[in-house]
């Protein structure tokens, strides 16, 4: 059951409990259990992927057994249907063309005075892409990861994802075909990111790790940074709905829904200026998930980061959504186009009554691998610039350096570095 909160004060606290749910006080055991399959990943690599992998997914593999291989592929392909493989193909082809737009650009400029400036982006050579297989198996998260790595340029694109008791969707591996990925390695949860992190005898060490997840997997990430790059923090998933009277309720409970069935720890948060659309919602939640195929999981999420909120204003309703910085955001209001002009944190944002979250979990073109518990006041999501690093470019001319020798002096003497002084003034005095 959805509860309904209307005082700001109890809203704020509540909102602020959701959106730390990641973070240690309340997730302190799985941060030990990640702490201690991280260690055993870096100390004993292979070994200690086998042994996780066998516990938590109960699939018994071997250092042989570990990599998904071509004839397995090919027999994806004959395992789904026509329109499923066209799907994806659209898929693909949607997001390519957006990450593509966002590819960034190199620049120089030459300032008359003998100054060159500039920026050049290069790829990572080696990326790792989780792809989630727990609760579900997302082909979507295949294309929104692989994609712009590939527009990137990386050189070696590995994926891993784990296959619980030995299952694995042929749509995933179709769709990692189709991507571009090289290599699939069938291990999920912490023990797949250390492998990714440190490197095993089998799986080789990279130097960017993107991707969501479940808790562990994100806390995972969390602890290997600094080890290799990571996209963002980007998981349990999250909801965040404004809704005025023009919204339709079995429509906002529907997308409240789709949030909550991805994971017991997914968040799906109402915010509305209308009293009676709360009401209604509340008990369209409930309706809809009678009989739904996966009910114990969403009402857990829903029962524990679930929640409706009666705001005065649009105003007071956008203040809390930027305090939660919530990774999907929609506007299910008269006008969203105003609405957004108070919005400054959110992962993706969906204008209008027609623009449901999956079509962006599918196939709209931006990425869903996006900011989640927070993370959208410093993140952004996905793209081809988690793949990629720049470099500065700086040339002088001898009179350009000229220039500055007075104020590099003064600098060096007040940091008291006289080589640096001397790298100036030897090349001016020459
Ligand atoms: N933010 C984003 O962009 C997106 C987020 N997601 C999120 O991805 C997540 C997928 O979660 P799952 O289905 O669970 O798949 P998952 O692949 O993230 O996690 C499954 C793995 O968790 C590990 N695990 C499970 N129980 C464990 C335990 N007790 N101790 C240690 N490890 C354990 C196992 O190793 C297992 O292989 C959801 O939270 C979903 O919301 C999905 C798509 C996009
Ligand atoms: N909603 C997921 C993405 C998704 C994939 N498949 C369905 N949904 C997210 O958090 O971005
Ligand atoms: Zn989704």
């Known amino acids: 059951m959805?509860?309904?909160l209307y005082k700001i004060s109890e809203a704020q606290a509540e909102l602020q409990r959701i959106c730390d749910r990641i973070h240690t006080d309340q997730v302190v055991e799985q941060e030990a259990t990640v702490r201690e399959i991280l260690n055993a990943i870096r100390q004993s690599g292979d070994e200690a992927l086998l042994h996780y992998t066998a516990k938590f997914d109960?699939?018994?593999l071997t250092p042989q057994t570990l990599r998904i291989s071509g004839a397995e592929i090919d027999t994806a392909y004959q395992q789904v249907s026509g329109d499923l493989l066209q799907a994806?193909?659209?898929?693909?082809?949607?997001?390519?063309?957006?990450?593509?737009?966002?590819l960034?650009?190199?620049w120089v400029t030459f300032e008359e005075n003998g100054v060159v400036l500039g920026k050049r982006y290069t790829p990572v050579a080696n990326a790792g892409i989780y792809v989630?297989?727990?609760?579900?198996?997302y082909p979507s998260t295949v294309i929104m990861n692989a994609i712009p790595a590939q527009v990137a340029g990386v050189e070696r694109l590995v994926m891993v994802t784990p296959t619980?008791?030995?299952?694995?969707?042929?749509?995933v591996l179709v769709a990692a075909q189709e991507a571009g990925v090289q290599e699939i390695y069938r291990v999920g949860g912490a023990q797949a990111i250390g492998a990714l992190a440190y490197g095993t005898e089998t799986i080789p060490k990279v130097d960017v790790i993107s991707g969501p997840g479940n808790v562990y997997v994100t806390l995972a990430k969390k602890q290997v940074y600094g080890t290799v790059g990571i996209d963002s923090l980007a998981g349990p998933s999250e909801v965040l709905i404004i809704a005025d009277h023009t919204a339709n309720p079995v429509h906002v409970a529907a997308d409240l829904l789709a949030q909550a069935e991805h994971d017991p720890m997914a968040a799906a948060i109402l915010?509305?200026?209308d009293s009676k659309l709360a009401d209604k919602v509340v008990v369209e939640v409930d309706r809809q998930l009678a009989g739904h195929p996966r009910q114990i999981l969403t009402e857990k999420a829903i029962a524990h980061y679930g929640i409706a909120i009666v705001v005065e204003s649009l105003e007071e309703a956008a203040q809390l959504s930027n305090q939660f910085a919530p990774e999907h955001l929609e506007l299910e209001v008269e006008d969203p186009w105003a609405l957004l002009e108070?919005?400054?944190?959110?992962?993706?944002?969906?204008?209008?009554?027609?623009?449901?979250?999956?079509v962006g979990d599918y196939l709209a073109g931006p990425n869903h691998t996006l900011p989640t518990s927070g993370a959208a006041r410093y993140a952004s999501p996905l793209s081809t610039e988690t793949f990629m690093k720049h470099s500065s470019l700086i040339q002088y001319s001898k009179s350009a350096l000229l220039n500055v020798a007075g104020a590099i002096d003064a600098l060096t003497n007040a940091e008291g570095l006289p080589s640096h002084g001397d790298s100036v003034r030897l090349r001016v005095e020459e």
């Open 2 to 4: 959805l509860r309904t």
């Open 58 to 60: 109960e699939q018994t």
């Open 88 to 102: 994806i193909r659209l898929a693909c082809k949607n997001v390519k063309a957006f990450h593509q737009q966002r």
């Open 104 to 106: 960034p650009k190199n």
């Open 132 to 137: 989630p297989g727990g609760r579900a198996s």
């Open 164 to 171: 619980p008791k030995g299952h694995t969707n042929p749509a």
């Open 271 to 273: 915010l509305t200026t």
């Open 342 to 358: 108070k919005i400054t944190q959110a992962g993706a944002i969906f204008l209008g009554h027609d623009t449901p979250e999956a």
